[in-house]
């Protein structure tokens, strides 16, 4: 099952969005709606709501009189804590069990206006934004909402900001435009991204990728991508597991300003691979699977037996952001050499230069490749010469590997 958490600030178009999402073939799980269903009359959430505001907030019809609770709580922030104490667990638990039901190889949807603001946004596969430009947003609530502009800012400084909504996306569709550009946005996210992603999910299988090594230039999104998709990985693993690991961001995509191929490499730290093992149908049920046939990496002649370089490996299942999820033990000599040679990078600009120079030269030499798999193998010898530099810098520095798991 693909879940997927929708969000966008108001008047960005996401009930446009969450429709057209539903046409295509997805369950919707409407938070808003939910929101009205669980203070419905007779129901707990009313009564506690009732309980904690007084009756006056009730219509003569004992229906919840929205309009006076709205003025009770805006502008208050303990008031809409307490609100939102009582209403979002239920809104959650009612999600949860539509959620449950869905079929296995479903794509379900779950539309949360406040997705951000709860952070909410490691309990999904994907999140997907829906972004217009804060002007935009404005002029669509004064002309087609008939609000103040007081009002309108009002409602839009009570949420996230729009920076914050990015920074929390893996797929953001543009609503800048007319309806029907949005429409088509959406139809291509569920055509390329969502429904392969959906059927790599269900048979366990990580998203194709062809083609020779293309480089391109460091980009500050990595980082955030990487810190995203690293609280996300922990989040599906069984609670009793979520503190024996470490993830880090490990390859050439966590050296700043260093070119490289589109693909966030992590490292997930266990105390050992039957660990590994045990957690890979976690792994795979959150859209990493393994990667069979890949057990191990190659010694360096500090460490010359293979069996110390034992690893798995598995990949995202997301065919529009490529991962690599390396799994080692705390204290073998691969797990140290991905941190080591990660940290000699950023302090070293004359080592990351020539490593970048090698990347360049093999690039272009394997650009016609069927796969990466040649340009990775013609690494390897360099690897193995810069592992003297590479420990001369570490007696000279000082480096010690970060805490790991005991």
């Known amino acids: 099952m ?24 997805a369950v919707l799980v409407d938070a808003d709606a939910l929101a009205r269903e669980v203070v419905e009359p007779g129901t707990e959430g009313l009564q506690r709501i009732a309980a904690e505001f007084g009756d006056d907030v009730l219509g ?15 502008g208050d922030s303990a008031r809409l804590a307490a609100l939102n104490g009582i209403v ?43 972004d217009a430009p804060d ?28 920076e914050e909504r990015l920074a929390a996306a893996d797929a953001v569709l543009d609503n800048s435009g007319t309806v029907e550009q949005l429409v ?19 048979a366990g299988e990580r998203a194709g990728r062809a083609g020779g090594p293309v480089l391109v230039p460091a980009r500050v999104e990595w980082a955030n991508d990487a810190r995203r998709l690293m609280d996300r990985i922990v989040k599906v693993l069984p609670a009793g597991q979520q503190d ?10 966590s050296v700043p300003g260093l070119d490289a191929k589109d693909v966030i490499d992590l490292q997930l730290t266990v105390p050992d691979l039957g660990v590994a093992d045990a957690l890979a149908p976690a792994l795979a049920a959150g859209g990493y699977p393994a990667i069979p046939g890949i057990t191990g990496d190659s010694p360096k002649p500090s460490h010359p037996n293979p069996e110390d370089w034992r690893k798995r490996i598995h990949a995202n299942a997301d065919p529009g952001r490529p991962v690599n999820l390396h799994i080692r033990a705390a204290g073998s000599p691969g797990w140290r050499f991905a941190l080591c040679f990660r940290d000699w990078l950023r302090a070293e600009p004359a080592a990351a230069a020539e490593y970048l120079a090698l990347k360049r030269r093999l690039a272009a030499a394997h650009a016609g490749d069927a796969s990466t798999s040649d340009y990775a193998e013609a690494k390897e010898d360099w690897f193995t010469a810069v592992e003297e530099p590479l420990e001369r810098w570490v007696k000279q520095s000082g480096w010690q590997p970060p805490s790991s798991v005991s």
Request: charged residues 25%.
């Open 244 to 253: 024996a690991v470490t993830v880090d961001h490990i390859g050439s995509t």
């Open 60 to 74: 003569s019809d004992g229906r919840l009189d929205r309009p006076k609770l709205g003025a009770l709580v805006f």
């Open 88 to 130: 979002h667990p239920l809104v959650r638990a009612r999600a949860a069990a539509i959620v449950a039901k869905a079929a296995e190889d479903a794509v379900v949807v779950q539309d949360i206006p406040l997705l951000v603001e709860t952070g909410q946004g490691s309990d999904f596969h994907l999140v997907v934004v829906v």
């Open 135 to 162: 002007r935009t947003r404005l002029q669509r609530m004064l002309e087609h909402r008939g609000m103040t502009a007081a009002a309108a800012r009002s409602r839009m400084a009570a949420q996230a900001t729009r």
């Open 2 to 25: 693909l879940k997927i958490g929708l969000t966008g600030g108001i008047a960005s178009g996401k009930s446009v969005v969450a429709s057209r999402l539903k046409e295509r073939g």
């Open 184 to 202: 088509a946005k959406v139809d291509r996210l569920w055509d390329d991204r969502l429904a392969p992603f959906a059927r790599n999910l269900s």
